[in-house]
């Protein structure tokens, strides 16, 4: 576990950096165009050729062509890997080229029957412009789809070959791309704001492109050629059905985000815009640390599976598990008692009004109840696809899109957009109980309830952590007012709080501190060889 924890380190650190870039990416983009029409219409059109992504490339693909490519490679070592990745990427080509193809072609066609029909009701009569807006920029933004998916399946191949550090680096080219054609060529050359967004858009094809040159230019290094394969192989027809139901539970999922999207955007000109940037702080912590642990260690619970070492898959996942709830629940607990400092010192800029900044804490403060559960969750999911099994996920998601899209509807004529992150807050949590109970009866060895001790301990600790951040807010704010309290919250009370909560945990004694230790130790010994 000594070497997977280096991995998530690596991978931890460079998301760290690319979060970072994707936070400068989101000021700039809050600084210039706020919580406006032009900007909700913008982040709702990158949804659908993300929402495409996520189904083709790093979501049913990526499950399904890991492990059977890990397969692969224990049978016909790397040629035979290397054969696989061609025929796959092959077929994303043809496949992702169709879609954008089409999409192009049909989208404001398909926007204009549904306002319509909707108009011989008398809805969305005063909406039409607003709606062509989102169709003319998912035009421009769509073929960002056929760069990613292939590029996760370089990823895939990366990460089997026990490379982390290229596919970590995958986000970074996008948001650099982002701030660059934003913050460059769209302040400078764009007369309109319009302008400024399609320069936008270009950064987001330009960083695409890069998502995909960057590990293909790696693979090719590590001995892989390039060719042209279309061959139905056992392989390629196993990884299709294994994709099949992962592809619905995933399509559940990513139109359960996009339709809560269309909802907000349809609430008023604003709610999409501070939904997404609330989200995006709220996945900060998600992405910084649950994402590595869950990359990390996926490939290493497959190849548990792959060889039938349930016990020791097991005690691989629940020690992922524990790293995820460990930074997790102190961070959603941080993030909700100190929302509204972190959103006025991040976005309250330019364009991004006091209004906008109290409006976006609120929902920032909802949204991470939700965050160590879906942190679980994408790591349980990955348990399930480890072992072949992507049926179950597909009917829990199903279950979870339901309760997401009744309470939705139920909730945003009452709350507005709050009502939307309660319902989806909602969701995730019987997303993650019905997943939990259903991977402890088709892997009894999965049971969570070795990981009660931690858990508490987490809890205990999170709690005095909270109390303490708690009264320096307060002192906080009763010395000093505005930007000088956001500033010492921030700067002061977060590193404060990080003390006090690794103190705690010492102090309790957490499970798996001796495996941190050997790392550190390893660390200062100037030690490379983390192999265990």
């Known amino acids: 576990m000594s070497k997977s924890l280096k991995n998530i380190g690596i991978v931890s650190l460079l998301t760290i950096v690319s979060r970072v870039l994707g936070l400068v990416r989101d000021q700039l983009g809050a600084a210039i165009f706020g919580a406006s029409l032009l900007n909700s219409a913008f982040l709702t059109a990158f949804r659908l050729p993300n929402l495409f992504r996520r189904l083709l490339g790093e979501g049913s693909l990526t499950a399904a062509f890991l492990p059977t490519l890990q397969e692969e490679l224990h049978v016909s070592d790397r040629p035979g890997a290397y054969a696989l990745l061609n025929k796959v990427t092959s077929w994303l080509l043809v496949i992702t080229t169709g879609i954008v193809v089409v999409a192009m072609l049909s989208t404001g066609r398909i926007v204009s029957l549904i306002l319509g029909s909707a108009g011989r009701y008398g809805w969305m009569a005063d909406q039409a412009d607003k709606w062509h807006l989102v169709a003319d920029l998912t035009v421009i933004l769509f073929p960002y789809l056929a760069f990613v998916c292939i590029a996760a399946a370089f990823n895939a191949t990366l990460h ?43 950064g987001v094809l330009l960083g695409g492109f890069l ?13 892989w050629r390039p060719r042209f394969d279309l061959t139905l192989s056992p392989r390629v027809r196993e990884i299709a059905a294994l994709m099949a139901p992962g592809f619905l539970g995933t399509a559940i999922y990513q139109v359960n985000i996009y339709v809560v999207n269309l909802l907000a955007y349809q609430i008023n000109d604003s709610a999409a815009t501070l939904l997404f940037y609330a989200n995006r702080v709220m996945e900060l912590p998600i992405g910084v640390f649950a994402i590595a642990v869950s990359t990390v260690v996926y490939p290493l619970i497959a190849r548990h599976a792959v060889a039938g070492r349930f016990e020791e898959m097991a005690g691989d996942y629940r020690k992922g598990v524990r790293l995820i709830l460990l930074i997790n629940v102190p961070a959603a607990a941080g993030l909700a008692l100190l929302s509204r400092p972190i959103v006025r010192l991040l976005f309250q ?21 939700g965050m160590p559960f879906f942190s679980v969750v994408n790591l349980t999911v990955r348990a399930f696809y480890a072992v072949k099994d992507t049926a179950t996920p597909v009917k829990v998601a199903l279950i979870d899109f339901l309760v997401n899209l009744v309470l939705s509807l139920a909730l945003m004529r009452w709350l507005g957009t709050p009502g939307l992150v309660l319902a989806s807050t909602a969701a995730i949590v019987v997303h993650t109980l019905l997943l939990k109970r259903a991977l402890t009866r088709r892997l009894p060895a999965m049971r969570f309830a070795p990981l009660g001790r931690s858990f508490a301990k987490i809890l205990v600790a999170t709690a005095g952590m909270g109390a303490v951040v708690e009264a320096g807010w307060w002192a906080v704010r009763s010395a000093v007012a505005g930007r000088t309290a956001d500033l010492v919250a921030v700067l002061v009370l977060i590193p404060l709080a990080c003390v006090v909560y690794g103190a705690l945990l010492w102090v309790l004694q957490i499970e798996g501190r001796e495996e941190l230790q050997a790392l550190v130790r390893a660390k200062l010994g100037g030690k490379t060889d983390l192999a265990s």
């Open 160 to 202: 089997v070959f026990d490379r982390f550090t290229e596919p970590a680096l995958s986000p970074i080219w996008l948001n650099l791309s982002m701030i660059v054609t934003l913050g460059g060529a769209g302040l400078h050359w764009a007369k309109t704001p319009l302008g400024a967004i399609h320069w936008l858009c270009a």
């Open 211 to 223: 998502q995909m040159a960057v590990p293909a230019g790696v693979l090719i290094k590590e001995g």
């Open 349 to 369: 800029h330019g364009q991004f009004t006091a209004a906008d900044a109290h409006a976006m804490a609120g929902l920032l403060a909802l949204f991470v109840i």
